[in-house]
């Protein structure tokens, strides 16, 4: 994944299935996981199990790259119909078709960011 500078994210979310393990290659991000909030610089590798409210953005002024592993698989074919509702940039996302996929998926989106 590669979030571009300034870049808010995706909004507080609780994955009912599966976990998510970032790990940093390039940048840095910021993350939210649980009550915890992380400065991650590369090399960092963040873990949010599922059940567990977590969001990341990239307020610098440099793009990040990330490898993000969610186990188990499946999560994959939610963010392809996501990325059809919400192609980011400067289009808001459609709402309701957007939410209706994380439900589909056991994605609870907890409000914006």
Not at 15 to 42: C, K, M, N, S, W
Not at 71 to 97: H, I, R, T, Y
């Amino acid at each position: 994944m590669t979030a571009r500078a300034g870049a808010p994210g995706p909004p507080p979310h609780i994955h009912e299935r599966e976990d998510e393990a970032i790990y940093i290659l390039e940048g840095e991000l910021e993350f939210q996981i649980g009550e915890r909030t992380i400065q991650a610089t590369v090399g960092t590798f963040a873990f949010a199990p599922r059940g567990m409210v977590h969001k990341f953005s990239n307020p610098g002024p440099k793009p990040a790259k990330a490898l993000i592993i969610v186990s188990p698989a499946g999560f994959e074919k939610a963010l392809e119909e996501m990325a059809q509702v919400a192609p980011g940039g400067d289009q808001p996302p459609e709402m309701e078709k957007l939410l209706t996929i994380a439900n589909k998926y056991g994605l609870k989106i907890l409000g914006p960011q």
